[in-house]
């Protein structure tokens, strides 16, 4: 027997390596990267991975928000000073621009979720991104099951699930064409719950609309949303105060809360392990449009 020590990595530590491993890929190969981010969860820790992979320089990508114009507050001011804590270049892909230029029309329920393929799109040209960072995460919905973690995207910026690259023993192809792009999902192979329980490790500050707190609501399509300036209920929708936390904090016309007294990181992580609906089902209105909602999207060129 030997007397030598046995060292063994946790999950956690071996999906750090893996996406630790992705980024510095991404950029030794890739002319321009780009990371998306929109001040929530996922978007948080991938910073958090991308300042480990290039510390102590900094982190050698700006970052992008495709900004639909229906925010939370507490969400936007918590990208702002995350973006000015770590010195990053914050580029806004703005929904509401569009509409005023006539790129894209406001659609009749008011939700803009939808928009944002053709701006995402339009940023990505305008600024000749060859590859872009996204949070998508293979428990989250079905197109995730047959997306790569090099996502390749043609020249139309369109994503065809019949043309994907192999990736065996992590070796990934970065090759692309004058016009074509790379989509990158450095937590590709991560759950919501080691999301969360990699927040918990690392003690990563989030926006309190994450944790249980009270909030005026409004019953629809079985999920309660907050009353907020851009989802306002219908005369039929009682307003009511309920205790409640975000799983995911998207455009806030169509995103969802969930009843919770879970105000902490420990206890959001309790929650997750009893909890047998997905964070996509429970809280995000766009799904309800067709159950091939996000497939649709990403065909389309969205993440």
Request: aromatic share 10%; hydrophobic share 40%.
């Amino acid at each position: 027997m030997s007397d030598r020590p046995e060292y063994r990595l946790s999950q956690l530590d071996c999906l750090e390596a893996e996406a630790i491993h992705i980024f510095r890929e991404v950029v030794a190969e890739s002319e321009r990267p780009v990371l998306l981010f929109s001040g929530g969860k996922d978007s948080i820790v991938m910073l958090r991975l991308a300042s480990k992979a290039f510390w102590p320089a900094r982190i050698p990508f700006p970052v992008m928000h495709v900004d639909t114009g229906h925010n939370f507050d507490e969400v936007i001011d918590y990208r702002d000073r995350l973006v000015d804590e770590l010195g990053l270049r914050l580029i806004v892909a703005s929904v509401p621009d569009a509409i005023s230029r006539g790129l894209v029309a406001e659609l009749p329920d008011g939700t803009r979720n939808r928009l944002q393929t053709a701006v995402l799109l339009e940023a990505l040209e305008q600024n000749r991104f060859t590859a872009a960072f996204g949070g998508a995460r293979r428990d989250e919905d079905k197109a995730r099951a047959k997306e790569r973690v090099f996502s390749f995207r043609d020249e139309f910026g369109q994503w065809d699930p019949k043309n994907q690259r192999p990736e065996l023993w992590n070796l990934y192809n970065g090759r692309i064409h004058l016009g074509e792009s790379i989509r990158v999902f450095p937590l590709s192979n991560w759950t919501e719950l080691d999301v969360w329980s990699y927040i918990a490790a690392e003690r990563i500050e989030l926006p309190a609309i994450y944790y249980a707190h009270k909030r005026s609501v409004f019953e629809r399509d079985g999920m309660l949303y907050a009353d907020h300036a851009f989802c306002r209920p219908r005369p039929s929708e009682p307003t009511f105060v309920e205790r409640v936390r975000y799983r995911t904090v998207g455009d806030a016309s169509l995103t969802a809360a969930v009843r919770s007294d879970a105000d902490s990181v420990e206890l959001v992580v309790a929650e997750l392990l009893a909890s047998r609906i997905t964070e996509r089902g429970a809280t995000r209105g766009d799904d309800r449009f067709s159950e091939a909602a996000m497939e649709d999207r990403k065909r389309e060129g969205y993440f």
